[in-house]
């Protein structure tokens, strides 16, 4: 009974340990969001950890009003001591050129394998991020248009001529 009751001590212990740790990676993950606010409008992405041997990944990626990207950073690991580091390539062996858009990468990651776009997850996710938002800003900035056309027809008035 006695080694029992010293098995799960030890895994509580290991819990404890694992829950403090995660408050420090938490506190990363907020300080990295901060620092990528400057980058303009980003998007996150992630894929989780498979079976504690395939490394999981947090994606931060930034970019102009145009789609052209800015910067990002990544978290990539297995552990709670996985930290954040600059982005350099999107994809692996290819670093990111200046001028390309998130529209680029999305058309290449979209024409990949399934097997491929599952390695590439978090960095789709955080590229459709950033699409959904431009494609969500640019439907309100038509609706805007469309109702202040319609308000514009209300005041008009044929009687007033």
């Known amino acids: 009974m006695n080694a029992i009751l010293k098995i799960f001590v030890a895994l509580f212990l290991i819990y404890l340990l694992q829950s403090f740790l995660s408050v420090f990676q938490i506190r990363a993950y907020q300080k990295a969001l901060r620092e990528s606010r400057s980058l303009g409008t980003i998007g996150v992405g992630q894929k989780k950890a498979k079976f504690g041997i395939i490394k999981g990944n947090i994606v931060i990626i930034g970019c102009n009003r145009e789609g052209v990207i800015t910067g990002g950073q990544i978290m990539e690991g297995i552990t709670l001591f996985a930290r954040f580091k600059p982005l350099k390539e999107i994809i692996e062996k290819r670093p990111i050129v200046e001028g390309e858009t998130i529209y680029d990468y999305l058309t290449e990651f979209r024409s990949m394998t399934q097997k491929e776009q599952n390695y590439y997850k978090g960095f789709i996710q955080a ?16 609706a805007a248009e469309l109702n202040a056309a319609e308000d514009m027809e209300e005041d008009f008035d044929i009687d007033d001529l």
Do not use: G
């Not at 590229?127 to 038509?142: G, N, P, T, V, W």
């Open 127 to 142: 590229l459709e991020a950033i699409e959904m938002r431009f494609a969500y800003e640019s439907e309100d900035a038509f």
